[in-house]
C-alpha cells in the first residue's frame, strides 16, 4: 500500500519509512530565543508610544512601541527607570534599546529596554522642559508665580552666597564688592556647584543661610556647558530658591544660558560679578550723597529754628498781651460793673412786683367770698320766690287745660256712645269688632258689648242684607 509522499505517524513506526523531525513547544520556543540571542543581541528600535498607564507598583515600566504595519511590548525595570531623566507620554516619538527576550510559557516576545531618548529631542531637554512647565503651573514662576518677584535690599547689612569657595565665582563677586563697598558684611556657605551631589550640597548651604540673620542670599557659579550647569536645573534646588525667606539672587552662568534657579529666584544677574553691583552701592557715592543730605539737613534744621525763633517771639508778644494778671483785672472790672446792673435791675424787678402784689390784693378785696356769698343769697331768694309763683301759675294752666282735655276725650269715648242707647258687636271667632253689616252672614255668632261693661251672645238667623250669588 503507498502511503504517498507524507508518511502518516501511527502507534508503531512502520520500518523502512523515514520520520520527520518532532519538536515540543517548549524546544521550540527555546530554539527561537537562542536563535534571537545569537544573531540579534542589542539593538536600538524607533516607534510611537502607546498603552502606557505609567510605573507600576515596583516602579516597572510596561507600554508598547508601534509604527503603522506593527507593534512591540517594551519593558523597562524599575532600576533603569529611575534614571530617565523625562516623563514617558502617550504617544511620544520614543527611541528604545535594549535586547529582545521571548517568554516561553506564552510564546511571545518583548524588547528588554535599558535606555530610552525621546526621538529628534534629547532626554535631559525634554525633561527640563517638561519640569519648567509643571513649575510654571504651580506659580513658581512664569505669569501664575504665587509671589511676586522681591525688591533687593538699598544696602544689606548681611549679604549670604553659595558657592564653591575655591571657584573663580566667589572671587569675581568679592573683588567688585569690596571695591565698590569694603564694608558690607558677607557670609559665604560652600557647596559643590557641579556634578550629582551638588544639587543636595546648593540646598543645604542655602537653608543654613536662610535660618541666619542675612538680609539676601545669592546663588553663584561661574560660565560652563550645559551638562556643567545641569545641577541648577534640579527640581529640588529650584523649589528651594523659591522658598527662601529673603530676596534671592540667582548668578549662574553666563547671560545666555537660563536656568530654572534664574526663574525662581527674585532677581537674575547674568554673572556673579553683576550680582555684586546690584548688591553694593559705591560707598564713595554714598558718603559724597550722605554730605549733601546732610548739607541739606542742616540748612533745612536752620531755616527750621529762624523759623521757630520767629513764631516764638510772636507767641510771646500774644502771651504779653493775654497775661493772667491783666485777663484778671479786665475781668474784676466786668464784674463790677455787671453787679451794679444785676443789683439795678433786682431792685426794679422787686419794687415791680410789690406794686403788682398791692393791685391783686385791691381786687381780691373786692371778690371777698364772704361778700359774694351774702350778695348771692339774696338773689337766690328772689328768684326763688319769683319761681314759686311761676311753678304754681303753670300748674294751675295745667290744671285747666287738662280738665278741657278730659271733656273732649269723654265726649268721644265709645262708652260715652253706648250710654246714650247703642250696642257694639264684636265677631265672635275672629274677636273683630263688626263696623258695618258687610261681612255679616247666617250663623256667625256675635258678643253685644252695652253701656255698663256688660255683653251678650247672640247668633245671627236672619240677614240684613241680601246675599250675594
Same mark, same amino acid.
Given at each position: 500500500m503507498n502511503a504517498g509522499p507524507f508518511p502518516i505517524a501511527s502507534s508503531g513506526r512502520m520500518k523502512n519509512t523515514p520520520l520527520r523531525p518532532l519538536l515540543s513547544v517548549s524546544e521550540l520556543t527555546s530554539q527561537i530565543k537562542q536563535a534571537i540571542d545569537s544573531h540579534l543581541g542589542r539593538l536600538w528600535i524607533q516607534g510611537e508610544v502607546c498603552n502606557y498607564k505609567g510605573p507600576n507598583a515596583r516602579g516597572h515600566l510596561y507600554f508598547s512601541l508601534k509604527d503603522d504595519k506593527a507593534s512591540i511590548d517594551i519593558k523597562m525595570w524599575a532600576t533603569q527607570a529611575q534614571n530617565l531623566r523625562f516623563r514617558l507620554e502617550e504617544g511620544m516619538a520614543l527611541l528604545a534599546m535594549g535586547t529582545v527576550e521571548v517568554y516561553a510559557p506564552m510564546g511571545r516576545y518583548s524588547l528588554i529596554a535599558a535606555h530610552l531618548e525621546p526621538e529628534g529631542f534629547g532626554a535631559q531637554a525634554l525633561a527640563l522642559q517638561q519640569l519648567k512647565t509643571r513649575l510654571a503651573e504651580e506659580g513658581l514662576w512664569g505669569p501664575k508665580r504665587k509671589r511676586p518677584p522681591r525688591p533687593l535690599p538699598l544696602l544689606p547689612r548681611r549679604i549670604g552666597i553659595v558657592t564653591s569657595i575655591t571657584g573663580a565665582a566667589l572671587r569675581d563677586f568679592l573683588k567688585v564688592l569690596l571695591r565698590r563697598h569694603p564694608r558690607l558684611s558677607i557670609l559665604a556657605r560652600d557647596a559643590r556647584v557641579q556634578g550629582t551631589q551638588a544639587a543636595a550640597e546648593m540646598v543645604a548651604a542655602l537653608r543654613q543661610l536662610y535660618a541666619s540673620d542675612v538680609d539676601v542670599v545669592v546663588l553663584a557659579r561661574g560660565g560652563g556647558s550645559t551638562e556643567d550647569l545641569a545641577a541648577f536645573n534640579e527640581e529640588v534646588l529650584a523649589r528651594t530658591v523659591f522658598e527662601s525667606p529673603v530676596p534671592i539672587v540667582s548668578a549662574v552662568g553666563h547671560e545666555v544660558d537660563v536656568s530654572l534657579c534664574d526663574l525662581t529666584a527674585d532677581v537674575r544677574a547674568p554673572t556673579p560679578s553683576a550680582a555684586a553691583e546690584l548688591l553694593s552701592p559705591v560707598l564713595s557715592e554714598l558718603e559724597l550723597q550722605l554730605g549733601l543730605e546732610r548739607r541739606r539737613l542742616k540748612n533745612a534744621m536752620q531755616r527750621l529754628l529762624a523759623l521757630?525763633?520767629?513764631?516764638?517771639?510772636?507767641?510771646?508778644?500774644? @502771651? +504779653?498781651?493775654? %497775661?493772667? /494778671?491783666?485777663?484778671? $483785672?479786665?475781668?474784676?472790672? #466786668?464784674?463790677? &460793673?455787671? !453787679? =451794679?446792673? *444785676?443789683?439795678?435791675?433786682?431792685?426794679?424787678?422787686?419794687?415791680?412786683?410789690?406794686?403788682?402784689?398791692?393791685?391783686?390784693?385791691?381786687?381780691?378785696?373786692?371778690?371777698?367770698?364772704?361778700? @359774694? +356769698?351774702?350778695? %348771692?343769697? /339774696?338773689?337766690?331768694? $328772689?328768684?326763688?320766690?319769683? #319761681?314759686?309763683? &311761676?311753678? !304754681? =301759675?303753670? *300748674?294751675?294752666?295745667?290744671?285747666?287745660?287738662?280738665?278741657?282735655?278730659?271733656?273732649?276725650l269723654e265726649a268721644l269715648s265709645p262708652l260715652a256712645v253706648l250710654s246714650r242707647g247703642y250696642a257694639l258687636l264684636k265677631d265672635e271667632a275672629t274677636g273683630r269688632w263688626l263696623l258695618s253689616p258687610e261681612g255679616i252672614y247666617i250663623g256667625q255668632g256675635v258678643e253685644i258689648h252695652m253701656a255698663g261693661g256688660r255683653g251678650l251672645r247672640a247668633r245671627i238667623v236672619a240677614p240684613l242684607l241680601e246675599e250675594k250669588p
Open positions: 521757630s525763633h520767629a513764631n516764638l517771639r510772636a507767641l510771646s508778644q500774644r @502771651l +504779653l498781651k493775654g %497775661h493772667p /494778671q491783666r485777663n484778671l $483785672a479786665k475781668q474784676s472790672g #466786668l464784674l463790677h &460793673h455787671h !453787679k =451794679a446792673k *444785676l443789683q439795678a435791675a433786682w431792685q426794679k424787678r422787686v419794687t415791680s412786683t410789690q406794686n403788682q402784689l398791692a393791685e391783686m390784693y385791691n381786687a381780691l378785696h373786692g371778690h371777698n367770698p364772704r361778700l @359774694l +356769698l351774702l350778695k %348771692h343769697q /339774696q338773689t337766690w331768694g $328772689a328768684l326763688g320766690g319769683r #319761681l314759686v309763683a &311761676h311753678m !304754681k =301759675a303753670a *300748674l294751675e294752666s295745667r290744671r285747666r287745660h287738662q280738665g278741657l282735655l278730659a271733656a273732649q
